[in-house]
């Protein structure tokens, strides 16, 4: 009788800990999800506030505005329809230029500059993000002008 | 002409695969010769692929741009190793490594057989056969390295500078070796899934292999981590990067395999545990490759995308994991298990160190596929940020690390009969050192502390194991025996101890410097002395002088490099890295801020080369324990 009602403890513990760990689990893994938003759909307002999300799209030509003091930058991006105005106080990857496809993780700010923590632009100078790329492909005009300066590699 | 040889050969290889396999159907109503065939067929496939590989290394360094994955992947001004290591660079070519090492790990597994039951045997050998024809079609099919170009090109595109480097020379072999070897020990579980048995003896015979697969693994992934490390130029050395979870979601199955089989062999327990965990090992290493070379990942791993391949890869994986898992389902059932076993057993220790294996490789598993999964259906792009990992995974392996230092004590204090006694004295003698440590230590906080406990916790105590085997047994042989088990957790130990404090004390600066500029950090004065510029071989670059002192003392000029390569234009950052056991000094040039002002990087990273240092002992661990397995069995033969 003693062993079997231990057994039950034994059982209800495990359960209440299986149940507290995967709660924990879930909640972390919602909280570390990051989404990815065009500049097209954060002006239309579809964007997670307060959180930090990553943006794509190519850097605008005559954009880059770097100061000759920090490593304070400001550029815009644009995916040929919006484009939206980024500043980041760090080191640019090498493939970082205009015209190239990038990939940025920040926040939003109150006045509508994405305040950026990290840029991506990575391993090839023809190379175009695959997000970048998808939200690119709703302008089909768009896409053929970017095909035009950067061959799309396949 | 070369390239037509090559080609050729692949198909013969392809044709030498189907008669391995079509042999028994086709010929076991005319003859019962059949198995002689197998067998000389299972050995042939190696020469024949060695031989298509060799013939791409020669395109290669002869210039063959007629080539198409020669004149993407090469240029004439590239030097002649980077010509040979641009062989398998790229898709087409990694391909056929993977086919080579395929058709390698046949050839050892059809030579190291022989003590097997024939009928086990052929089959076996039969189910590798089935694996080579699977990627050989998907060469032939959608990736073949021979291929010819429409139009000849004068001047090949160059390797993506990134892969002009020693570390990503040995990376992808290594890597493959670890991935394809898996194969010998999938095709076995699957024949005792045929068989409906698994017997002790079998499990000693596949353990081996799973060991050296295992040590392989390793090796690839630390190299990765290790290239990554100088190469991509801001000194991380893992990134929860989809690519990497391929590579360590194997891992991480194979470590819970070579532990589970050391039950099956020893109490003929988990057989069919083992078995599916086999199965999942192998399809987790063919997920890799799908991930990498589909292209659905974007990385430095995916060269090129193209739908067919994903599809046939997809295809592929479908077959290949839903029919093992279909075959286990129908059969593993039949084999008979011995499930009871002791609470406080070295038994239910495996079992709980594979569930947190199983569960670690699960979160990971959900953090990789998750994000794809949304993706397919168009419902949403998202991305798992690092913290996740490091939040979820830690917690399951911190019980995990325990837990290896504590079964010694367990065993040794069952042999005593007061297992409380010595587990808390352990545990005292560990704590106080621990804490004795952290004295010397700058900086400290509780993670540190757990981390420098962790690893005198398994060092000590796997040690102190190892010590009163040999004491109690007086016999060289068991220190031997155990030499292997014991570096491997060691190992272990190192890699968490160097983990857990570059990860907490490093110092990470970015700031801008001028020429005559000097920036202090921790005790180090890196003076910014000269630019200066040069021509590489086929590149152009600025480096940057760097002078190290502390304390007055000179010790080291570092000179990170920006280099522009010619053929496509491609800028890149070398580090410059004073590299020591205690610690690394790490610098990298930003960009240019103006005149002669850069912005740089400038790190202090104290154990980091402990992280490779621990992997490197495991793998020596694992190979040892491989080679004294096999040199113990002679002597007892011989006896």
């Known amino acids: 009788m003693q062993k079997r009602t231990l057994r039950i403890y034994y ?13 924990l689990f879930i909640k972390t893994f919602n909280e570390n999800l990051l989404f990815y938003r065009s500049p097209s759909q954060i002006n239309a307002g579809e964007f997670p506030e307060n959180y930090i999300f990553r943006i794509g799209g190519v850097v605008e030509d005559g954009s880059l505005d770097k100061s000759k003091e920090s490593m304070n930058v400001k550029f815009s991006i644009t995916d040929y329809e919006k484009s939206i105005n980024i500043s980041y106080n760090g080191i640019l990857p090498d493939l970082f230029r205009e015209g190239q496809g990038v990939v940025i993780r920040g926040k939003l700010g109150s006045d509508g500059v994405f305040y950026a923590e990290e840029v991506l632009a990575k391993h090839d100078e ?14 089909e005009k768009a896409l053929q002008d970017t095909t035009r300066s950067m061959t799309i590699k396949k | 002409m070369i390239a037509y040889i090559g080609s050729f050969l ?136 021979f291929e010819k170009n429409i139009s000849i090109p004068i001047e090949g595109k160059d390797l993506n500078p990134l892969l002009q480097d020693f570390g990503l020379i040995i990376h992808p072999p290594m890597l493959y070796m670890g991935y394809v070897g898996l194969s010998v020990v999938f095709s076995f579980a699957l024949t005792c899934c045929l068989q409906n048995d698994f017997k002790p003896e079998w499990a000693k015979w596949i353990r081996p292999w799973a060991l050296i697969s295992w040590s392989f693994l390793t090796l690839g992934i630390a190299l990765g981590s290790w290239w990554a490390y100088y190469e991509l130029g801001w000194g ?65 791993h995916s060269f090129a995308n193209d739908p067919a391949r994903g599809a046939f890869i997809l295809l592929f994986l479908f077959i290949v994991v839903g029919g093992s898992l279909l075959l286990y389902l129908k059969n593993a059932s039949k084999m008979n298990d011995n499930t009871s076993f002791d609470l406080f057993s070295k038994e239910s220790f495996f079992l709980i160190n594979n569930i947190l294996l199983v569960t670690a490789t699960f979160t990971i598993l959900l953090g990789t596929m998750y994000p794809l999964m949304l993706d397919l259906f168009g419902l949403e792009k998202i991305s798992v ?40 004295m352990s545990l005292i003698i560990i704590l106080f050192f621990s804490l004795g440590s952290l004295l010397f230590m700058t900086q ?8 420098v406990f962790i690893f005198m916790w398994i060092t000590f105590n796997i040690l102190y194991d190892l010590v009163t085997k040999y004491l109690n047994t007086k016999n060289i042989k068991t220190l031997f025996s155990n030499i292997g088990m014991t570096l491997a957790h060691i190992g272990l130990a190192v890699f968490i101890l160097g983990a857990t404090i570059v990860e907490n004390n490093k110092v990470e600066k970015e700031i801008i410097l001028g ?18 510029e040069y021509d590489g071989p086929n590149y152009s670059a600025i480096k940057a002088k760097f002078i190290i002192n502390s304390d007055n003392q000179f010790i080291a000029n570092l000179y990170p490099e920006k280099r522009l390569y010619f053929s496509n234009d491609m800028p890149m950052t070398e580090a410059g890295i004073e590299p020591g056991l205690t610690r690394d000094l790490y610098v990298t040039l930003g960009n240019l801020i103006s005149d002669d002002r850069w912005s740089v990087r400038v790190y202090h990273k104290p154990l980091v080369r402990l992280i490779w240092l621990g992997a490197l002992m495991m793998v020596l661990g694992g190979i040892l324990s491989v080679i004294i397995r096999k040199k113990h069995k002679k002597l007892s033969t011989q006896v």
């Not at chain 2, 979601?249 to 109490?267: G, R, V």
């Not at chain 2, 020429?515 to 200066?532: A, C, P, Q, R």
Request: hydrophobic share 55%; proline share 4%; charged share 10%.
């Open chain 1, 11 to 23: 059982i209800i513990f495990i359960l209440i800990s299986l149940a507290v760990i995967f709660t």
């Open chain 1, 126 to 139: 023809t190379y175009m993000p695959p997000e970048v790329l998808d939200s690119l492909k709703v302008n």
């Open chain 2, 10 to 145: 692949i198909l013969i290889a392809f044709m030498n695969a189907s008669l391995l396999v079509l042999s028994k159907p086709v010929l076991s109503r005319v003859t019962s010769e059949y198995d002689s065939l197998i067998l000389s067929t299972s050995k042939l496939q190696f020469p024949l692929t060695f031989l298509a590989f060799i013939c791409l290394i020669f395109s290669f360094l002869g210039d063959d741009f007629s080539l198409r994955y020669v004149s993407a992947n090469s240029n004439s001004a590239l030097p002649y190793f980077y010509k040979i290591s641009a062989t398998w660079a790229g898709h087409e070519g990694s391909m056929l490594l993977w086919c080579l090492i395929l058709s390698f790990w046949m050839f050892m597994a059809s030579v190291y057989s022989k003590s097997l039951d024939k009928q086990f045997r052929l089959k076996f050998l039969n189910i590798m056969g089935l694996l080579n024809i699977g990627f050989l079609a998907f060469l032939i099919f959608t990736s073949n390295p």
């Open chain 2, 236 to 300: 991380g050395w893992w990134f929860w990067d989809p690519v990497e979870n391929a590579s360590f979601m194997p891992w991480l199955i194979t470590t819970a395999l070579i532990h589970s089989l050391i039950t099956c062999e020893q109490k003929s327990m988990f057989k069919n545990w083992t078995i599916l965990l086999a199965i999942m090992a192998f399809s987790l290493s063919l997920l890799g490759t799908f991930l990498v070379r589909s292209g659905i990942l974007i990385s430095v």
């Open chain 2, 385 to 424: 940020g690092v913290p996740y990992y490091n939040s979820v995974f830690l917690p399951i392996m911190t019980p995990l690390v325990l837990l290896a230092g504590y079964i010694p004590i367990l065993f040794l204090s069952k042999r005593k009969n007061n297992m409380t006694k010595h587990f808390f």
């Open chain 2, 444 to 451: 400290y906080n509780l993670s540190i502390l757990l981390g």
């Open chain 2, 515 to 532: 020429l005559g500029e000097s920036v202090k950090v921790n005790d180090y004065t890196f003076l910014f002395s000269e630019i200066i």
